[in-house]
Structure formats: structure tokens, C-alpha cells
């Protein structure tokens, strides 16, 4: 009835624009019976965005954290007029960010700094995005003006022999793909959100190649693709992700990569220690002996509260330091091994100059750009990007070593490492080590698959696989493979077209320094 119609009218055009609202912040690609649950971080935070430019609030203080994280080049500025539309409609937006794009856009930077950790917390820069570029101070000024750039490669690597092959991908919104990954390289599996490169990467090649080299643990093989070749070339797949590196107290990144071995023998070996007949194991805190028995090493003591959370309070016996009285007598250049774990890790590199069995562990940290975290700092307060670092820097150990076995000629293992967008929360120069710690991996015989959004990381590429042309139904298909110089000649690419600007005028930096 007309009656009927006027009513339905209205709401379907209340559905109509809310819809839209999902659209422009780039998930069109979302299916309406998607569970809330599967979304990542980065969507659910686009979906509230998108209910705030619904309910037409003025006068409200947005804090954002990354919201352009999992997105493309092409979506970012999507979210940027989003961002605008919130700002115009008189509310102020807060966005904690690394993309150039969206600091091009904003109307204040306020910049951090001069470091991370201990050596920053200090406000360098609240100005325009052209004012900071003339601030001397600002690392994030020097990037943006083009004083200091991760450089295109003069050269990369030519594919060889050895590749794998995946034939008949068809998970999720995969369309029956084949598509070869050569080996001993950097390559970036790139497009728009949604065009499944997750689901490339996660259900096809990393499940394929683990059920090839039987990694699986027995877990049933799905008919996700067809048939996989190649995968004699590699010894062992590795998937390096942001899930926590340890859930307790005891977790920290000196017993993360086996540096706090090192550590407790060199406590163990000094004569006030053999004087009191005290072990290696005296100096740990996860077996009897030397640690405090009240909060078993933990340094805190939980008390269950019955409706509420757990509290965590200070050990009244050990004061936090872990240990008991006896062990926090023995030192080394004046410090107790309890003062040792509070030192960060540029501090112990210093500290330890003189025990290199131990510099050697701690410096592929600082490598990764962790040199600020303290030794003993509990691993679950660690970021997911800090996270994965460390396991970057775990795989860097044996890496270094195998290095300096290729000079003898000696047989390495080959890895394939997996990253899922490694650039996560990372400033460009994080991203540089990053990029540097890439190539010593590959130096030492891996070989190294991304997805990424980051035009730093793609530019440097040896070897692109860009899926798309859009997100969801519309994706799923292989747009192009090759260089990035390839992608960027590709006119149904989106990720070719941002490329080509960044090729086009990006090279080494003016000053030689990156």
C-alpha cells in the first residue's frame, strides 16, 4: 500500500546510506552475514568509523590508533575523506599514524621522538606537514622531505631455477589460480583489501607447502588448490606472525633467543659465585634454587579476587627483583643479575662489549630495531609488531651464521618465511631495518613472501604477485606477476598505479645515508 511504502521508504533509505557509509571506508568487499569476530583490528575500527559519519555527531574527540592498517594505496584515501567529512562536520580527530598520506593530510602533526623507549617521549615537531620537513630534529621531517628515503633498488634478483608452483588455488574468493613464487628472493603478494591475498598466502601456500614438507601435524589437507610444485627446493616454511611470543611473567626477550642462557653462565662462572658453590641455574627464575620461592620468579603474586579481575601485587619478599638475597649478592661490573634485566638492550650491548657469546644474541634486537626494550620485560606486554620482531630477530641468529658458512661452501638449509604486513606500526625507519634484516635472511639461502600494502617494502621487491582488480567477489584473480617496474605498467593494477609514482620519483637519498 501506499501506506506501506511510505514507512518502508524511510528506512530503506536509513539501510541505503548506512551502507554507503561502509563503502567509502572501503568495505564494499564485506559480505552482511560476516561474523564481527573474523573481522581484523582494522575493519571493526572502519565499521565505527563509518556508524560516527552515520549518527552525525559535532563536538566529538575521535582517537583513531593505525586505522589505515590492512589497507591499500587506493583505500587510504578513501579513509582520508572520511576522516575529513568527521573533522567537517566539527569534530576533532586524533590519529595515531605511520602513512605518509595521511600525515600529508592532517592540518597538525605532533611528532615523538628523537627515539623509541627510553629515548623518546619528548614532543619534537606540532606543525604543519610542510613545517616539518624543516625541522632538523624530526626523523619523521627528514623521511618526509625527502632528505632520507629507503632507495629503489639499482638491481634485483633474477628468478632461477628454483620456484614453486601453486596450481588450482580456490579458497575463499581465489579463482582457480596458478601461480609461480621463485625462491631466494623478496616477493610481495600485493592488492586492494579483500582480494584475497590472506587467504592466498595463509590457506593456500603456507598450508600447501607445510602438507608437502609435512608440517601440518596430521591435519587434514582441504581442497584449497590443486597440486603444489617446487617444494623439494625448500628444507622448512616458516610463517612469522604477530601472535604473543609468551603469555606469563617468565617470557621476556633475553629467554626468547637464548641470550639469558649466556647471561646466567657468564653470573655463574664469576669466583663469588663458585665461592658460594652457586650454578646457572641459580641465576634463572623459572626452576628452584635461586629464585624467590614466595612468587616462584614471578616477581608478583596474583590475588583471585572472586568477582572481579585478578590483581597482580609486588612479591613483599623478593620486592619484585625475583630472586632471593643471596643470588642479588653476586655481581658483575657492579650490577646484580636482577639490575641486569632492567638494562635495555643498547644499554647490555655496552655493558656485555666485554662477552661477545652475549652481544652477539642481544645485537640482532637492535637490528630489528628493539634496542629499546628492557632484557627482563615481560613478553606479554609486547606489541604484535614487536612481536614478530622478535621472531625476526630469533631466525637472524642462525642466519648471521649461515652467512659466514657460505664463505666456506658449506650446505644451508633453505627457508621460506611468511610474513603477513611486517610493516605494522612501523615508522620508516624501522621499516629500513626491516628491509635490511630481509636481505641478510636472504643472503644466508631463505627466501622471503610478504603481503604488504607498504610502497617501501613493494618498491624494493625482487619479484611482485598482485591479486585483485577489487576486494570480495570481484577479486580473487591475478592481476599481474613480475617486477615492480612490471606491476606498474599493468593499467588494471591499482597497485601498479601507485607504484609508478613511487618509481618514478623516488630514489637514493640526497645525503647517501639510506
Same mark, same amino acid.
Given at each position: 500500500?501506499?501506506?506501506?511504502?511510505?514507512?518502508?521508504?524511510?528506512?530503506?533509505?536509513?539501510?541505503?546510506?548506512?551502507? %554507503?557509509?561502509?563503502?567509502?571506508?572501503?568495505?564494499?568487499?564485506?559480505?552482511?552475514?560476516?561474523?564481527?569476530?573474523?573481522?581484523?583490528?582494522?575493519?571493526?575500527?572502519?565499521?565505527?568509523?563509518?556508524?560516527?559519519?552515520?549518527?552525525?555527531?559535532?563536538?566529538?574527540?575521535?582517537?583513531?590508533?593505525? +586505522?589505515?592498517?590492512?589497507?591499500?594505496?587506493?583505500?587510504?584515501?578513501?579513509?582520508?575523506?572520511?576522516?575529513?567529512?568527521?573533522?567537517?562536520?566539527?569534530?576533532?580527530?586524533?590519529?595515531?599514524?605511520?602513512? $605518509?598520506?595521511?600525515?600529508?593530510?592532517?592540518?597538525?602533526?605532533?611528532?615523538?621522538?628523537?627515539?623509541?623507549?627510553?629515548?623518546?617521549?619528548?614532543?619534537?615537531?606540532?606543525?604543519?606537514?610542510?613545517?616539518?620537513?624543516? #625541522? +632538523?630534529?624530526?626523523?619523521?621531517?627528514?623521511?618526509?622531505?625527502?632528505?632520507?628515503?629507503?632507495?629503489? $633498488?639499482?638491481?634485483? %634478483?633474477?628468478?632461477?631455477?628454483?620456484?614453486?608452483?601453486? !596450481? /588450482?588455488?580456490?579458497?575463499?574468493?581465489?579463482? &582457480?589460480?596458478?601461480?609461480?613464487?621463485?625462491?631466494?628472493?623478496?616477493?610481495?603478494?600485493?592488492?586492494?583489501?579483500?582480494?584475497?591475498?590472506?587467504?592466498?598466502?595463509?590457506?593456500?601456500?603456507?598450508?600447501?607447502?607445510?602438507?608437502?614438507?609435512?608440517?601440518?601435524?596430521?591435519?587434514?589437507?582441504?581442497?584449497?588448490? &590443486?597440486?603444489?610444485?617446487?617444494?623439494?627446493?625448500?628444507?622448512?616454511?616458516?610463517?612469522?606472525?604477530?601472535? $604473543?611470543?609468551?603469555?606469563?611473567?617468565?617470557?621476556? $626477550?633475553?629467554?626468547?633467543?637464548?641470550?639469558?642462557?649466556?647471561?646466567?653462565?657468564?653470573?655463574?662462572?664469576? +669466583?663469588?659465585?663458585?665461592?658460594?658453590? !652457586?650454578?646457572?641455574?641459580?641465576?634463572?627464575?623459572?626452576?628452584?634454587?635461586?629464585?624467590?620461592?614466595?612468587?616462584?620468579?614471578?616477581?608478583?603474586?596474583?590475588?583471585?579476587?572472586?568477582?572481579?579481575?585478578?590483581?597482580?601485587?609486588?612479591?613483599?619478599?623478593?620486592?619484585?627483583?625475583?630472586?632471593?638475597?643471596?643470588?642479588?649478592?653476586?655481581?658483575?661490573?657492579?650490577? &646484580?643479575?636482577?639490575?641486569?634485566?632492567?638494562?635495555?638492550?643498547?644499554?647490555?650491548?655496552?655493558?656485555?662489549?666485554?662477552?661477545?657469546?652475549?652481544?652477539?644474541?642481544?645485537?640482532?634486537?637492535?637490528?630489528?630495531?628493539?634496542?629499546?626494550?628492557?632484557?627482563?620485560?615481560?613478553?606479554?606486554?609486547?606489541?604484535?609488531?614487536?612481536?614478530?620482531?622478535?621472531?625476526?630477530?630469533?631466525?637472524?641468529?642462525?642466519?648471521?651464521?649461515? #652467512?659466514?658458512?657460505?664463505?666456506?661452501?658449506?650446505?644451508?638449509?633453505?627457508?621460506?618465511?611468511?610474513?603477513?604486513?611486517?610493516?605494522? /606500526?612501523?615508522?620508516?625507519?624501522?621499516?629500513?631495518?626491516?628491509?635490511?634484516?630481509?636481505?641478510?635472511? #636472504?643472503?644466508?639461502?631463505?627466501?622471503?613472501?610478504?603481503?604488504?600494502? &607498504?610502497?617501501?617494502?613493494?618498491?624494493?621487491?625482487?619479484?611482485?604477485?598482485?591479486?585483485?582488480?577489487?576486494?570480495?567477489?570481484?577479486?580473487?584473480?591475478?592481476?599481474?606477476?613480475?617486477? +615492480?617496474?612490471?606491476?606498474?605498467?599493468?593499467?588494471?593494477?591499482?597497485?601498479?598505479?601507485?607504484?609508478?609514482?613511487?618509481?618514478?620519483?623516488?630514489?637514493?637519498?640526497?645525503?647517501?645515508?639510506?
Amino acid at each position: 500500500t501506499e501506506q506501506e511504502e511510505g514507512i518502508a521508504g524511510k528506512l530503506l533509505q536509513e539501510i541505503q546510506e548506512r551502507l %554507503r557509509f561502509l563503502n567509502e571506508v572501503g568495505l564494499e568487499y564485506l559480505t552482511l552475514d560476516r561474523l564481527s569476530s573474523t573481522l581484523s583490528g582494522g575493519e571493526a575500527q572502519r565499521i565505527q568509523l563509518a556508524t560516527s559519519l552515520g549518527s552525525r555527531l559535532v563536538g566529538t574527540l575521535y582517537v583513531l590508533d593505525e +586505522p589505515s592498517i590492512g589497507l591499500h594505496s587506493r583505500d587510504t584515501h578513501r579513509l582520508i575523506k572520511i576522516l575529513h567529512d568527521l573533522r567537517d562536520l566539527g569534530n576533532t580527530i586524533l590519529v595515531v599514524e605511520h602513512d $605518509p598520506d595521511v600525515m600529508r593530510a592532517s592540518d597538525v602533526i605532533l611528532d615523538l621522538g628523537p627515539g623509541a623507549g627510553e629515548n623518546g617521549g619528548k614532543l619534537i615537531a606540532a606543525s604543519s606537514y610542510e613545517q616539518i620537513q624543516n #625541522i +632538523p630534529g624530526s626523523l619523521t621531517g627528514r623521511y618526509l622531505a625527502g632528505e632520507l628515503r629507503i632507495p629503489v $633498488p639499482g638491481s634485483r %634478483r633474477k628468478p632461477g631455477v628454483q620456484q614453486v608452483k601453486i !596450481f /588450482g588455488a580456490q579458497a575463499h574468493n581465489l579463482k &582457480n589460480l596458478d601461480l609461480t613464487i621463485p625462491l631466494r628472493m623478496l616477493v610481495a603478494i600485493t592488492g586492494v583489501s579483500g582480494s584475497g591475498k590472506s587467504t592466498l598466502l595463509h590457506n593456500v601456500v603456507f598450508q600447501a607447502l607445510s602438507s608437502a614438507k609435512k608440517q601440518n601435524d596430521g591435519a587434514p589437507v582441504s581442497a584449497a588448490w &590443486n597440486r603444489v610444485e617446487g617444494a623439494e627446493f625448500i628444507d622448512e616454511v616458516v610463517l612469522v606472525d604477530q601472535s $604473543p611470543i609468551g603469555r606469563t611473567p617468565r617470557s621476556n $626477550p633475553v629467554t626468547y633467543i637464548k641470550a639469558f642462557d649466556a647471561i646466567r653462565e657468564l653470573f655463574a662462572s664469576l +669466583p663469588e659465585s663458585k665461592k658460594r658453590g !652457586f650454578t646457572a641455574g641459580h641465576f634463572s627464575f623459572n626452576v628452584p634454587g635461586g629464585r624467590c620461592e614466595v612468587c616462584q620468579g614471578d616477581g608478583v603474586v596474583t590475588v583471585e579476587m572472586q568477582f572481579l579481575a585478578d590483581v597482580e601485587l609486588i612479591c613483599e619478599e623478593c620486592k619484585g627483583t625475583r630472586y632471593k638475597p643471596q643470588i642479588l649478592d653476586v655481581r658483575y661490573h657492579g650490577k &646484580n643479575i636482577h639490575e641486569v634485566l632492567n638494562l635495555t638492550v643498547h644499554e647490555a650491548l655496552h655493558f656485555f662489549a666485554s662477552a661477545p657469546k652475549i652481544t652477539e644474541k642481544l645485537r640482532v634486537l637492535d637490528e630489528v630495531g628493539l634496542g629499546y626494550l628492557r632484557l627482563g620485560q615481560s613478553a606479554s606486554t609486547l606489541s604484535g609488531g614487536e612481536a614478530q620482531r622478535m621472531k625476526l630477530a630469533a631466525h637472524l641468529q642462525p642466519a648471521n651464521r649461515e #652467512i659466514g658458512r657460505a664463505r666456506e661452501h658449506a650446505r644451508r638449509a633453505h627457508i621460506l618465511y611468511i610474513f603477513d604486513e611486517p610493516t605494522t /606500526g612501523l615508522h620508516f625507519d624501522d621499516i629500513s631495518k626491516l628491509l635490511a634484516a630481509f636481505r641478510r635472511l #636472504i643472503e644466508a639461502g631463505g627466501s622471503i613472501l610478504v603481503i604488504e600494502h &607498504n610502497l617501501e617494502v613493494i618498491k624494493t621487491a625482487d619479484w611482485v604477485i598482485d591479486l585483485g582488480p577489487e576486494g570480495g567477489e570481484r577479486g580473487g584473480y591475478l592481476v599481474g606477476s613480475g617486477t +615492480p617496474e612490471v606491476i606498474a605498467q599493468i593499467p588494471q593494477s591499482y597497485t601498479g598505479q601507485f607504484l609508478a609514482r613511487v618509481l618514478n620519483g623516488n630514489g637514493a637519498s640526497r645525503n647517501g645515508s639510506k
